[in-house]
């Protein structure tokens, strides 16, 4: 259809065509969830273009995705043919390297200039660590790397980071120096870079930035929520008095803060660029009203943030689900028995959505939809038993079982990092396949291995003694025991918390989502004394057997992912999983670890989950659940009790009590049965409430352990927490230690509250 304005208000709502036709003063589009936006910028375009007599090249469109400009670009040949290609439609970063391409020798940078991926960026600074002297153990490459990004997204150089509190600051600006150098001496710029040195383009050379203000005469931005600090410092350069700029965008929606995100320059647009009107797209076309209500409850909450409320005439629709399971595993074995409902009313797989707070919970409801027989998807992640660190933690187990794995051997030998390269490794092989005996057998003898240095041969006798010892306690115990011990003696556990990266505090929460799963194996299967295969070797034969199914599936498929990978998706029927304190809103967020604004984004995270559904939400929580193999009794997420009961069909109260969520449970899936079997004792009972963490009167008894004298602890060594978890000892002093516990940070604790892992 091609544009015509004439057909406009037939086609748009009133505030969407008071946008698309908005003159050239700043202008702040508020976006609600499904209110159209992106057809508010494709006909802004075109209205510019058509009616306006704007030439086509002098308008600048930025997106955040690849497939948002993508979508944006066939939208606009559809309205103006041949002009709408005209159009610069792309992401910042995009835009950036297409300037620094055309203008970059101004400051010294090639045309032809590379950028550099992640592995490129990694492969980098691991030279530069070794050139400049330093040790990994003193700072990962990786932490590094994040560390430049995040100041770089800050518009920050290696001084600003020198006068930071941080107090290895002086070793991060170093090296941000040094890895600045030699990207220049290749000739190269990083993802970061792309802006960064656009913003010293134009600040180092007037006359090219005066040439972009005249060529773009307008400047529309998608999603300005998520833009970090130095995109707005560009847009400022471009746009000084705002004129010609349009920010389109939701804070509702602002939940990658994680990534230099700053909801701010969303909310401080009006005061940065004066005269600015503001047009909230509030008509949601894609939700019911309840669902639409469900998430204004919960958004609401949060201080900061510019009133809205989303409505719709897609009518009041059916009550929120709900469903309150006992344990995490009768939670996904009834989310999949509603979901293989509906997909016997006719529901088409690919529109229902279950999704989670954190990758590790993916673990138990993939076990379910196999079991289950329902096809399903990982979006935008792997399968929790293909992710890398899971595998890696797999193969030191089947070596355990199996030393003559040599694929597994190869694998891990170098994992952690243990100075055994490829060179090494070659070498080993080489020697193992000459000899007619296994890697690891090799490295026993690796004295014998030609080639190799005194150095690489104690590493490689170091890694045979260290499956040895694991093997040892595969040997003596349980699959968890097996588990905990191959996580803990392998160092993979103390590398993620060494790196203590967002990222490697995820990996190491899925790796111990995986000795969760081990324990629960060993709760649900008792050893048959007739039967000489292990707990550990069945436990590993089951994984795999998990790991086989469903795979070669085609067709619709459920999708799994997490709430932020549910962005700027929608879905028929959604499952929001793991509504409980702790879960979600995530511990990270929560109590004296927590500053406000994570709690906000929390907030946020959950209004973009609720908006995601179109006819159906059900919400569900377990009261127990394993995490990270320990057994909490979390209280029903806050967010829950924020949600007006009327929503849910209970017309006669105010406020959301605890049992209200099992009566409505009840009326909902009749088939909920308490007295059904889950492995624990017939008296379990917890105090279930809103505003304190439940404690049980009587717990499950936990998998026996065997007993074993705990060793005096000492630095270096991880011990558990009640509360806390699995941390790792910084010093020991008298009765006291100082512990580190990812995601709760340093602590000091009486050496009586903690037991060695």
């Known amino acids: 259809m091609t544009f015509d304005r004439a057909t406009l208000p037939s086609l748009l709502n009133r505030e969407q065509l008071e946008a698309v036709l908005h003159g050239e003063d700043p202008l702040l589009v508020l976006a609600g969830a499904g209110s159209g936006k992106t057809r508010v910028i494709t006909y802004r375009i075109a209205d510019l273009v058509r009616s306006r007599g704007v030439p086509p090249w002098k308008i600048l469109a930025v997106t955040f995705t690849n497939k948002a400009a993508e979508e944006m670009r066939e939208r606009l040949l559809g309205l103006l043919g041949e002009e709408g290609g005209e159009v610069w439609i792309s992401t910042f970063h995009a835009a950036g390297a297409r300037i620094l391409r055309r203008e970059g020798e101004a400051i010294g940078l090639p045309r032809s200039f590379v950028v550099y991926d992640e592995s490129d960026q990694l492969s980098l600074m691991k030279r530069v660590l070794e050139a400049a002297g330093y040790e990994k153990r003193q700072i990962s490459p990786g932490v590094v790397l994040r560390r430049i990004d995040a100041a770089k997204n800050h518009g920050l150089g290696p001084d600003d980071l020198e006068s930071e509190d941080e107090a290895d600051g002086w070793l991060v600006a170093d090296l941000y120096r040094r890895y600045q150098a030699a990207l220049r001496e290749a000739g190269a710029v990083d993802f970061g870079d792309l802006l960064l040195r656009l913003f010293e383009l134009f600040e180092t050379a007037p006359d090219v930035l005066e040439r972009y203000r005249r060529r773009f005469e307008y400047v529309l931005v998608d999603e300005f929520q998520d833009t970090n600090d130095v995109q707005l410092r560009l847009l400022r350069m471009l746009k000084e008095d705002g004129r010609g700029l349009c920010a389109v965008g939701d804070d509702d929606q602002s939940i990658y803060r994680w990534r230099g995100a700053n909801v701010e320059n969303l909310l401080a647009f009006p005061e940065i660029f004066p005269n600015t009107r503001i047009i909230k797209l509030e008509q949601n076309y894609r939700s019911t009203q309840i669902i639409l209500d469900a998430a204004h409850a919960v958004i609401a909450k949060n201080p900061h943030r510019m009133e809205k409320k989303l ?66 998807q990982v979006v935008r992640g792997r399968s929790f038993y293909e992710r890398a660190e899971v595998k890696d933690l797999v193969a030191y187990l089947r070596l355990a079982v199996h030393p003559h794995s040599d694929v597994d051997a ?75 011990a191959a996580l803990v003696l392998s160092g993979l556990e103390a590398a993620y918390l060494d790196e203590g990266t967002d990222e490697a ?26 039967d000489d295969v292990t707990p550990l070797a069945a436990f590993l034969e089951q994984i795999a057997l998990l790991g086989d199914a469903d795979d070669r599936v085609s067709g619709p498929k459920v999708s799994l992912m997490t709430l932020h990978a549910s962005k700027g998706l929608e879905f028929e029927e959604v499952y929001l999983t793991g509504m409980e304190e702790s ?37 569900s929580l377990a009261q127990s659940r394993y995490i990270f193999g320990e057994l909490r009794f979390n209280a029903p997420s806050r967010f829950l009790s924020d949600v007006p009961p009327r929503l849910f069909g209970l017309e006669d109260q105010e406020r959301l009590r605890p049992a209200d969520l099992e009566e409505i449970d009840e009326v909902e899936d009749a088939a909920f049965d308490l007295d059904e079997d889950d492995g624990f004792e017939d008296d379990y009972v917890i105090d279930y409430a809103w505003d304190q963490r439940p404690e049980p009167r009587k717990r499950p008894k936990p998998p026996r352990k065997k007993e074993r004298e705990a060793p005096a602890l000492r630095a270096g060594m991880p011990a558990r927490h009640a509360s806390f978890g699995v941390g790792m000892i910084e010093a020991v002093d008298g009765d006291k230690v100082s512990i580190r516990f990812p995601g709760v940070g340093l602590k000091r604790v009486m050496i009586r509250f903690l037991e060695p892992v």
């Not at 009518?315 to 293989?340: F, K, N, Q, S």
């Not at 396949?433 to 030609?450: I, K, M, N, T």
Request: aromatic share 6%.
């Open 410 to 484: 190869a694998r891990v030998i170098n994992k952690p990092a243990r100075g055994i390269g490829a060179t090494t490794l070659g070498r080993l092989q080489a020697a193992a396949a000459d000899w007619g005996v296994s890697l690891v057998e090799v490295c026993r003898q690796a004295a014998q291995v030609p080639g190799l240095s005194a150095a690489q041969q104690q590493r490689a006798r170091a890694f045979a003694d260290l499956v040895g010892r694991i093997a040892l306690a595969a040997a003596e115990g349980a699959a968890g025991d097996a588990a905990e």
């Open 505 to 530: 505090l995820e990996r190491l929460e899925n790796l111990r989502e995986f000795v969760g799963a081990a324990r629960e194996w060993d709760a649900r299967h008792q050893p048959d004394p007739d």
């Open 583 to 619: 879960v979600f809103p995530h511990v990270r967020a929560l109590g004296l670890f927590g500053a406000p604004e994570s709690l906000e984004e929390e907030r946020r995270l959950c209004y973009v989950g609720f908006t995601r559904a179109k006819k159906r939400l059900v919400l």
């Open 311 to 376: 409505w719709t005439r897609n009518g009041p629709g059916e009550p929120l689900g709900c469903i309150v399971a006992r344990t995490e595993r009768e939670e996904a074995e009834r989310v999949v028995d509603r979901i293989r409902a509906s997909l016997r009313r006719g529901v088409d797989p690919s529109e229902i959505a279950v999704f989670y707070r954190t990758n590790a919970q993916s673990r138990v409801l993939e076990e379910a939809f196999r079991l289950g027989g329902v096809p399903y």
